[in-house]
């Protein structure tokens, strides 16, 4: 959605101030979210910066992508004039949204507990490793939960657990955050009260295993990794083609099977009693595998992909992140926005895997550089020019 049209229709979330206190995935996550859906979300950073803004390798990306949205305003919140500014912000606020480690918010007076007296409309979301329990001292990671819960096992073979290939936890985990401080918005409509909220990383990893958990509960038989598993469907599996390029195939049902061998002229498979349901391709994969592979190897990717697609088949390209910015799909629809970086290069970055009245909500602000919003935000919260210069030359602030 272009930025004029954005101007023309309010978004849900419009007339929501969050104020949050956040670094990493998880906690930036839940205000992209909210910001997204037209929260005005403030980012509180320190004086240095979120250090997140400084992440090589595979954290680069971190910054740009959950922080757009948002204003910065930098403050030192160990000094009592930082945490007097970062107060009297709050006291504008609907929501505080925090993912430091446990006892750090309450130490700073900014818990839940310290600001529920002040304000007891306020919504306050933390974002932690666990919930309340026996783990909760524990120092979690993404990484940590997954194997710790399950998922590392299941994504890895036999013996070789492996991590899923993105920061899975940290992103549901500040999407339940989000889903969690827009029930409270909801609640405090009825009741006039905020409440505290809290999402945690292994709590999410519980839920993205519990269908693996659930099919011990039905069957009495553990899940296997997902490379060693039984598959609940024949065709289904990537395959390696002409030229050495692979592409993932699928056949599901017994109407896909019919439609797969007319497609192909496998009229010999499409009549073997061996291979008359879904089932019985399951059991017959060990000899049926490799005789699909070696008759589709002389097909291209791309020829396989347009007989697939003409059937409504399912498959899909073995796709690399970097590919995805050429997607004809996502370009045609929006699903990829403009933005500036803090540094002030282009590029473009993907919206919420969603509409609102046929339009996904866009970027509005460009992740902001550091404090860029300082003074314009200070003002708002009725600090004269003079109080700013002197925050700021004491650098108990610092920004635009």
């Known amino acids: 959605m272009s930025e004029q049209k954005q101007a023309q229709k309010q978004l849900p979330l419009a007339g929501i101030r969050v104020v949050e206190f956040t670094h990493m995935v998880m906690g930036p996550t839940c205000g992209m979210v909210l910001a997204d859906l037209g929260a005005e979300v403030i980012k509180v950073e320190p004086i240095a910066g979120d250090n997140t803004r400084k992440l090589l390798g595979s954290g680069a990306g971190f910054f740009a992508l959950f922080n757009r949205n948002k204003k910065s305003i930098a403050l030192d919140l160990q000094t009592p004039q930082g945490k007097e500014a970062a107060l009297r912000l709050i006291a504008t606020a609907d929501v505080v949204s925090e993912n430091f480690k446990p006892g750090t918010m309450k130490k700073l007076g900014l818990d839940y507990a310290s600001l529920s007296r002040l304000n007891e409309r306020l919504i306050y979301v933390s974002h932690k490793g666990f919930l309340p329990g026996p783990y909760d001292h524990r120092t979690a990671l993404d990484e940590v939960v997954q194997m710790m819960g399950g998922l590392a096992y299941m994504t890895g073979r036999a013996g070789d657990p492996l991590r899923a290939g993105t920061s899975v936890n940290d992103?549901?985990?500040?999407?339940?955050?989000?889903?969690?401080?827009?029930?409270?918005?909801?609640?405090?409509?009825?009741?006039?009260?905020?409440?505290?909220?809290?999402?945690?990383?292994?709590?999410?990893?519980?839920?993205?295993?519990?269908?693996?958990?659930?099919?011990?509960?039905?069957?009495?038989?553990?899940?296997?990794?997902?490379?060693?598993?039984?598959?609940?469907?024949?065709?289904?599996?990537?395959?390696?083609?002409?030229?050495?390029?692979?592409?993932f195939l699928a056949a599901v049902s017994d109407t896909q099977w019919a439609l797969f061998c007319d497609a192909f002229g496998f009229e010999d498979l499409k009549a073997d009693p061996r291979l008359a349901s879904n089932n019985d391709r399951v059991r017959a994969r060990e000899w049926m595998m490799p005789v699909l592979r070696s008759r589709l190897a002389a097909y291209s990717a791309a020829n396989l992909s347009a007989v697939f697609e003409k059937n409504a088949l399912p498959f899909a390209p073995i796709t690399r992140p970097q590919d995805l910015f050429d997607d004809p799909h996502l370009n045609a629809t929006g699903g990829l926005a403009p933005l500036t970086l803090p540094d002030g290069r282009a590029t473009r970055v993907p919206l919420l895997p969603l509409t609102l009245d046929g339009e996904r909500p866009g970027v509005r602000l460009n992740p902001p550089r550091l404090g860029e919003h300082s003074t314009a935000l200070l003002q708002e919260v009725g600090y004269s020019a003079a109080e700013i210069e002197s925050l700021k030359s004491s650098q108990i602030t610092q920004g635009d």
């Open 171 to 247: 992103i549901m985990g500040g999407m339940f955050g989000a889903i969690g401080v827009m029930a409270a918005l909801a609640s405090r409509a009825k009741t006039g009260k905020g409440q505290e909220v809290q999402a945690a990383l292994f709590e999410n990893n519980v839920l993205l295993v519990a269908q693996h958990m659930m099919q011990f509960a039905v069957t009495g038989q553990a899940a296997d990794p997902m490379p060693s598993r039984i598959s609940a469907w024949a065709v289904y599996d990537v395959f390696t083609v002409k030229d050495g390029e692979q592409i």
